[in-house]
């Protein structure tokens, strides 16, 4: 594996950008899928877009991991609704990495696999010229922060696009919980909290055990490995903390090295027997294995106490799935998203005002109706603590569907060659805080 990274990087430094070849394609995006190890590489392909060349070039060594990846897509291009048309082109090979950099097939790079390897695998291609789309978390070990920096920095200077993957925020009710906290006659302002009483609490509940369009899913061993996967704290937390950002701070450029101070943090594992081991990845296992994969972190954003929590547990109850609550506390209302067995595991956004407000009520209605040029059939139902927003079904995207957006907005980017200036120091503000939490739950310190 050095060796590849060694080679990748005397290619890098030949100068050739992606525009070498461009007679192979009259598309102006063509994808390039580099070891893809995660199910989620495959879900960027379960949409057609625009200016993509159906074309896409995979590179990977040999193995159940992409062979699993190809029967997706495959499903993705024989279902009958609305099938795909890719056609996928794939090199197999020990020399993968390499083989990618000198064929320069495409200029857009998508990577979803074994985390271990994903910062080199992102700071060689934006050496090289490549665009980056790549699942989250882009790193996993506090001492690989600084590659993360010096990727953002060659991506500016070779005029390409370097991003990660944030489905949570094409979530609905994310999105009217952001909208609803910028209406200062419904919210108020944000409270700044304590750390026993934070003003922005997160928490995500995952399964190993989950169905992906339709199949049980097996999982890679190194899955359960977290030096390969690495820790919950440093992985799902990466969504949490990102959506702290964009909802506290929308548009706002944050500055890690001042604006984050970490209070708290702590790790413990999940436990799965051998049983449940062959289960989810198809191999016999002899004893249980502990995993840490759950973590919580106390921690201020420009003064802001917030609480992020991430739990995995092997399979979820009957009819429930992946779960998600959040609160923003306001000085005139708490905006929760519930997504337990009262709301049948779909999320809900509540609104449940502090304290008594004249005529609060039509302000709520008279927001809901404020939204309905934007999302028509929204409204709201009165409930003992305050209002249920209730949203048509066709705002409702499940966790497969938000790809097709974020990589929409992705490749919007790549070709205007642009994005909005807080995007990086916000993704990096938002590294730093996981890595500072993983360094601290290691440490025991609280």
Known sequence: MKYLFVMAVLLAGCGQGPEKGTERSAFPIRLMT???????????QKSMYPDVDTVVHVYAPAGQEVDGHLALIDKYNTRSDQPTKWKEEVYRGPDYLSRMFSERAGNVVVIAGNNKRKIDYI????????????????????????????????AKKNKVVLYDIMTERYQITTILQR???LIPELFGRLQEGSKDDPAVTKESVHHFFKTVSGKPLIRPVWYFDVTQEGEGIVDVATHLVDL?????????????RKDIEMLSARRWPTVLTPGEFEKVTGVKRDSALSVYAN???????????????????????EGAGDTHYSVLRGTLANLIIR????????????IEPVKEV????????RTVEGLQGKYPGVS?????????VTVPEQFNLDHEATFAEVTKKYLGFVRSGTMPDWEVPNMLAKYYTTMKALEMARSGAR
């Not at 580099?34 to 960027?44: M, R, S, Y």
């Not at 997504?339 to 509540?350: A, D, F, T």
């Open 34 to 44: 580099l070891d893809p190890g995660h199910f989620h590489a495959a879900l960027v």
């Open 244 to 256: 702290i950002q964009w909802e506290c701070f929308p548009d706002s450029i944050l500055d890690y």
């Open 380 to 388: 709201v139902t009165r409930t003992a603590k305050g209002w249920d």
């Open 358 to 365: 004249k005529e609060y009520e039509q302000v709520v209605r």
């Open 295 to 317: 973590g919580e972190m106390d921690y201020t954003l420009k003064g802001v106490h917030a609480r992020v929590s991430v739990k995995w547990n092997f399979e979820a109850p």
């Open 179 to 181: 909208q609803l906290s």
């Open 339 to 350: 997504q337990g067995k009262e709301q049948h595991y779909k999320p809900v956004l509540s």
């Open 123 to 154: 700071k060689t291609s934006v050496d090289s010229g490549f665009n980056v789309f790549s699942d989250k978390p882009m790193i996993i070990e506090p001492g690989d922060l600084s590659k993360l920096e010096a990727a953002f920095a060659s």
